[in-house]
């Protein structure tokens, strides 16, 4: 089963071609990251308009690079939420359009579910697993007990690591989007420089980063009010705060899995492409004899179609979710328990 798959749910135009859920016959990515720098940050309208621009694009080099017509297509798929609802609209409206040209089946997705099953792709992962969902709106620690069976077991109390990342970037006057220039200049840095805190939570698997990213402000304040800060302090202060922000990750994901009798562990969304999350997750899952560690590839972490594709295969929304998902956009909560 081949199908194609159209992500728009934020600032990624996508569009992919997968066949039988794992194998990624081609994957195309239009990012507007460059677009939004200059404000800081991504404007709902604007992404919505660049999708436009850019959607028909995107599907036309998906199916040259696979060499495919739309008759070599079993289904159509797309993001219907969480995301942006101008966004969202774009890729939806764009995938059942085609759906209706073709008279093929038009697939809802989850884009939480989207980066779970990111996992699946060019590997052999089967549930159950625990995965470790970390990007730039959710923090949430889930035991994916069957292909479309998931529980959340933690979640963040405020912000998500992908949103502290960012804007203790914009504190230390880095580049949009912060996270990646973060985790750069914490590479050179010391990880032990600041003592810095791990919030304790009510749910053992719970998170939350609102203490460790004003933490981080009044060192940066301190340090402002008594002398410009030096690059040196900068880096020492980007380490200590990447040490803080990923070793509670870590810690929990691997209580979690050892509770469940879980041995294989998954971490999927934007921020799993950091290489302090992958370092300290790998090595601590391969210190535990007989487990098995699973990431995407980078280019699957962050926004793309193939997980989109994935997730349609192995567990596409029902129409009543999908519409209550996409009639909801932005605002959706998480649905993965419904």
């Given at each position: ?6 992500e728009?749910?934020?600032?990624e ?16 990515i ?11 940050g991504v404007?709902?309208?604007?992404a919505a ?18 060499q ?20 969202l609209?774009?890729g939806a ?18 884009h ?10 060019e590997?052999?992962?089967e ?54 220039a ?34 981080v ?54 921020v ?14 391969h ?10 590839e980078?280019?699957?972490c ?18 009543d ?18």
């Amino acid at each position: 089963m081949k199908i194609l798959a159209l992500e728009t749910s934020c600032d990624e135009t996508s569009a992919a071609i997968v066949e039988e859920g794992r194998k990624v016959i081609a994957n195309i990515i239009s990012s507007q990251a460059d677009f939004h720098a200059k404000y800081g940050g991504v404007i709902p309208e604007m992404a919505a308009r660049q999708h436009l621009e850019t959607i028909n694009f995107v599907i036309s080099e998906a199916l040259d690079q696979a060499q495919y017509g739309l008759d070599d297509i079993d289904a159509f798929a797309a993001t219907l939420g969480p995301g942006l609802v101008g966004a969202l609209l774009v890729g939806a409206n764009a995938a059942k359009t085609l759906s209706f040209m073709t008279q093929k089946p038009f697939l809802g997705v989850n884009h939480l579910y989207a980066h779970v099953a990111s996992n699946y792709l060019e590997s052999d992962l089967e549930p159950p697993f625990l995965c470790l969902l970390i990007s730039g709106g959710h923090t949430q620690i889930l035991h994916v007990k069957h292909y479309n069976q998931i529980e959340i077991l933690g979640t963040t109390l405020d912000d998500a690591i992908g949103e502290a990342y960012d804007k203790v970037a914009r504190i230390l006057g880095l580049p949009y989007p912060g996270g990646p220039a973060l985790d750069k200049l914490a590479q050179s840095g010391n990880p032990k420089a600041f003592a810095l805190p791990q919030a304790r939570t009510d749910n053992p698997y719970d998170f939350s980063y609102s203490g460790l990213k004003t933490a981080v402000l009044r060192l940066y304040e301190k340090q402002m009010a008594s002398k410009d800060p030096s690059e040196d302090f900068k880096t020492d202060l980007a380490a200590s705060f990447q040490h803080a922000a990923t070793e509670v990750l870590v810690k929990k994901a691997m209580a979690a899995a050892k509770s469940l009798g879980l041995n294989q562990i998954a971490i999927a969304g934007g921020v799993a492409a950091n290489s302090a999350v992958r370092m300290k997750i790998q090595h601590a899952v391969h210190s535990e004899n007989g487990w098995r560690f699973f990431i995407p590839e980078s280019i699957y972490c962050t926004d793309n179609g193939a997980m989109v594709a994935a997730s349609a295969y192995f567990n596409p929304l029902t129409t009543d979710l999908a519409m209550e998902v996409f009639s909801r956009g932005e605002q959706v909560g998480n649905p993965l328990n419904s």
